[in-house]
């Protein structure tokens, strides 16, 4: 009598489904294929005594997991998530380029320009701390025009001043500014200017302290009003004559600049 083999239902589908999987793969077709081998796969899943039964069963669920491995990195776009990557990598890249643009252009002047200012503003905190006689004048400095322009603002200046110790704190400070970069000073009271200084005068009147040289006179044929008119004329003549005319044109001056 000739042997008869008997097989499971279970094993006719197993093998129907894995030959349907096999065909799919050798024609290109990885997505049905895909769908056929998560199907056995779950079909295999469910009979975990069938496959301890049969080693071939336990085979072809080794296979099945191996095929749907590859399946799954094959179906795993090649682009998609390097795409994804660097587009997110491109907006993060352009992102920072746009802070480090503004920070050039916007940020960082401002903080520059703050730090400038309060350079300059620990010159008159200096002068208040060292030279008593300046303490009754108060100053705050401040830039304009991209900080091309230095504000000298007389905020206070008490009664019993003299004009000499306003003029030598405006000097002194001249002198402590010699390395800061600017093109004008403004003379301002309270905020409103009231004279201009161009950058070069504004340094020889500061290189000129200490020394046997006192500017002071000549200083109002050096400044100018906010229009660009001079107020005071160069003093020629007889010496005695220019000494006083330089004297009333100082006194003039400061009482314009910081008398109400």
């Given at each position: 009598?000739?042997?008869?083999?008997?097989?499971?239902?279970?094993?006719?589908?197993?093998?129907?489904?894995?030959?349907?999987?096999?065909?799919?793969?050798?024609?290109?077709?990885?997505?049905a294929?895909?769908?056929?081998?998560?199907?056995?796969?779950?079909?295999?899943?469910?009979?975990?005594?069938?496959?301890?039964?049969?080693?071939?069963?336990?085979?072809?669920?080794?296979?099945?997991?191996?095929?749907l491995?590859?399946?799954?990195?094959?179906?795993?776009?090649?682009?998609?998530?390097?795409?994804?990557?660097?587009?997110?990598?491109?907006?993060?890249?352009?992102?920072?380029?746009?802070?480090?643009?503004?920070?050039?252009?916007?940020?960082?002047?401002?903080?520059?320009?703050?730090?400038?200012?309060?350079?300059?503003?620990?010159?008159?905190?200096?002068?208040?701390?060292?030279?008593?006689?300046?303490?009754?004048?108060?100053?705050?400095?401040?830039?304009?025009?991209?900080?091309?322009?230095?504000?000298?603002?007389?905020?206070?200046?008490?009664?019993?001043?003299?004009?000499?110790?306003?003029?030598?704190?405006?000097?002194?400070?001249?002198?402590?500014?010699?390395?800061?970069?600017?093109?004008?000073?403004?003379?301002?009271?309270?905020?409103?200017?009231?004279?201009?200084?161009?950058?070069?005068?504004?340094?020889?009147?500061?290189?000129?302290?200490?020394?046997?040289?006192?500017?002071?006179?000549?200083?109002?044929?050096?400044?100018?009003?906010?229009?660009?008119?001079?107020?005071?004329p160069?003093?020629?003549?007889?010496?005695?004559?220019?000494?006083?005319?330089?004297?009333?044109?100082?006194?003039?001056?400061?009482?314009?600049?910081?008398?109400?």
């Open positions: 009598m000739a042997d008869e083999t008997t097989t499971s239902p279970l094993s006719d589908e197993v093998h129907e489904r894995l030959s349907r999987t096999r065909k799919l793969l050798n024609d290109g077709d990885s997505a294929a895909l769908e056929n081998a998560y199907a056995l796969d779950q079909l295999l899943s469910r009979h975990p005594e069938a496959r301890r039964a049969d080693k071939a069963l336990e085979e072809i669920y080794d296979e099945v997991k191996e095929i491995k590859g399946l799954e990195d094959a179906q795993e776009p090649a682009s998609g998530p390097t795409r994804h990557i660097s587009l997110r990598s491109v907006g993060f890249y352009l992102g920072l380029l746009l802070l480090i643009v503004l920070g050039y252009f916007f940020i960082g002047p401002i903080v520059g320009e703050r730090q400038q200012i309060d350079r300059l503003q620990s010159f008159i905190r200096v002068m208040h701390r060292d030279e008593l006689q300046t303490r009754g004048i108060e100053v705050t400095i401040d830039l304009k025009d991209k900080g091309r322009t230095i504000v000298y603002d007389l905020t206070e200046v008490a009664p019993d001043t003299n004009p000499e110790t306003v003029f030598y704190m405006l000097q002194t400070f001249a002198k402590r500014a010699q390395d800061e970069p600017f093109d004008r000073v403004t003379l301002a009271f309270g905020g409103t200017p009231k004279f201009v200084l161009d950058a070069a005068y504004f340094r020889t009147l500061g290189k000129a302290k200490n020394t046997a040289t006192s500017p002071q006179w000549t200083f109002p044929e050096n400044v100018r009003r906010p229009d660009g008119s001079a107020p005071w160069h003093r020629d003549g007889n010496w005695r004559e220019v000494a006083q005319q330089q004297r009333e044109d100082f006194e003039v001056l400061m009482k314009e600049w910081y008398e109400p």
